[in-house]
């Protein structure tokens, strides 16, 4: 309590002039901790009514501005932002997550993300990688939000028609979903498989809104 007994021994000799004294003060502690200040703030203000015969001066001490962001310390308010949803396949699996039909394989490839706080999918991502001249085929596929197809239709989609990162006016609102529900897209050729060496390699990922 050493600060405590410096602002006290100046209000003793402050001639009545506590306001002006008090102000000077805590001027000099702003770089202070809100809490810091509440809690000196209180103890100086109940001393100067004691000392002054009852006469309390009330003192309004506000918290730093990048406090008011927070709810505590490393606390932050209940907000949203906007991140990616990594697609990985789970079967015939390529590079970071990619899945590849090559070698004659034409089946179905499964691509999924495990949410992990409450997200809604907006923008679906799909690039592809073709390498040979037989890897022509489409890639096709249907979306899945947990067990519920979020499309109009049972058919396949285009997926790097809809997918493209240059496509216009491709923006989605999928079904909300909260954490653990699976995002998924069950993925297809549109055409003959690979043959030999030749490859088709996709990479998915949703944009979306997350609760944070």
Do not use: C, Y
Request: net charge negative.
């Amino acid at each position: 309590m050493s600060v405590l007994g410096s602002v006290l021994g100046d209000l003793d000799s402050a001639n009545g002039e506590t306001g002006s004294v008090l102000g000077a003060i805590l001027g000099e502690l702003d770089g202070l901790d809100g809490e810091v200040l509440g809690a000196l703030a209180r103890a100086v203000d109940s001393e100067v009514g004691r000392r002054g015969h009852g006469r309390r001066h009330h003192l309004s001490l506000n918290k730093p501005s990048w406090r008011g962001r927070e709810l505590a310390p490393g606390v932050n308010h209940p907000g949203e932002g906007v991140v990616p949803l990594p697609l990985n396949a789970i079967n015939n699996t390529g590079p970071g997550g990619t899945g590849i039909w090559t070698g004659g394989f034409g089946g179905q490839i499964t691509f999924q993300g495990q949410l992990q706080k409450p997200f809604k999918s907006k923008r679906l991502l799909a690039t592809t990688q073709r390498v040979g001249a037989s890897a022509t085929a489409l890639t096709l596929g249907q979306i899945f939000v947990g067990v519920d197809l979020n499309q109009a239709q049972l058919f396949s989609v285009d997926l790097e028609a809809l997918g493209a990162p240059t496509a216009f006016d491709t923006g989605m609102s999928l079904m909300q979903a909260p954490p653990g529900v699976i995002v998924s897209i069950l993925a297809i050729l549109g055409g003959v498989a690979p043959t030999g060496t030749d490859s088709i390699t996709l990479a998915m990922a949703f944009l979306g809104h997350i609760i944070h």
